[in-house]
Nanobody
Framework: VQLVESGGGLVQPGGSLRLSCAAS????????MSWYRQAPGKGRELVAV????????TYADSVKGRFTISRDNAKNTVYLQMNSLKPEDTAVYYC?????????WGQGTQVTVSS
């Protein structure tokens, strides 16, 4: 099982980034996918969730209206489009998959929002 995040980097406030998480080794289309983040000195927090078929999404209040989670089950990939980025969005972003008790995490990708 592998979850590999990509797309992180350094961006100015107000800018955009698109994170990707490529999955392999499990039946991706059967799993709920989510993005978490962890800022320095803080705990890991849920950012966004998308159901297995992609019909339902939920977001943390702090990113609602700015971030969009989506998935392509044909490509075994989940995305996080991040717009209007703020310095407080700086964190390591992790991809997570879950189906019942089966939970997998990616290694994370750094997002830094700074001028």
């Amino acid at each position: 099982v592998q979850l590999v995040e990509s797309g992180g980097g350094l961006v100015q406030p107000g800018g955009s980034l698109r994170l990707s998480c490529a999955a392999s080794g499990f039946t991706f289309s059967s799993y709920v996918m989510s993005w978490y983040r962890q800022a320095p000195g803080k705990g890991r927090e849920l950012v966004a969730v998308i159901t297995a078929a992609g019909g339902i999404t939920t977001y943390a209040d702090s990113v609602k209206g700015r971030f969009t989670i989506s998935r392509d089950n044909a490509k075994n990939t989940v995305y996080l489009q991040m717009n209007s980025l703020k310095p407080e969005d700086t964190a390591v972003y992790y991809c997570r998959s879950q189906r019942g008790a089966y939970i997998y995490w990616g290694q994370g990708t750094q997002v830094t929002v700074s001028s």
